[in-house]
């Protein structure tokens, strides 16, 4: 069975840093695309990061040059680096890996706010 669990969300003041990880049980990151998406309340979920298998990455728009996404293969985790924050960077963030790009996590809640 396969189980995603992301951590590290929270409150933050604007100009701060968070690091967001997924930790996996049941499938191993490194055999597929591994992305971070996020939701904001009366929004679509969007894609903010991903990592190939390969280890290649893209990033949206809005995260690039601010935001890192890394695979730690021994700890089978995914990870993302987020720094200079915005408050439109609050959303709940999810971790999504598969084959068919299957399998979420339950979600991390981020909060950007003064």
């Known amino acids: 069975q396969v189980q995603l669990v992301e951590s590290g969300g929270g409150l933050v003041q604007p100009g701060g840093s968070l690091r967001l990880s997924c930790a996996a049980s049941?499938?191993?990151?490194?055999?597929?695309?591994t992305g971070w998406y996020r939701q904001a309340p009366g929004k679509q979920r969007e894609l903010v990061a991903a990592?190939?298998?390969?280890?290649?990455?893209n990033y949206a728009d809005s995260a690039k040059g601010r935001f890192t996404i890394s695979r730690d293969n021994a700890k089978n985790t995914v990870n993302l680096q987020m720094n200079s924050l915005k408050p439109e960077d609050t959303a709940v963030y999810y971790c999504?890996?598969?084959?068919?790009?299957?399998?979420w996590g339950q979600g991390t809640q981020v909060t950007v706010s003064s």
């Open positions: 999504n890996t598969g084959r068919g790009y299957d399998y």
């Open positions: 990592i190939s298998s390969g280890g290649s990455t």
């Open positions: 049941g499938i191993i990151f490194r055999f597929y695309a």
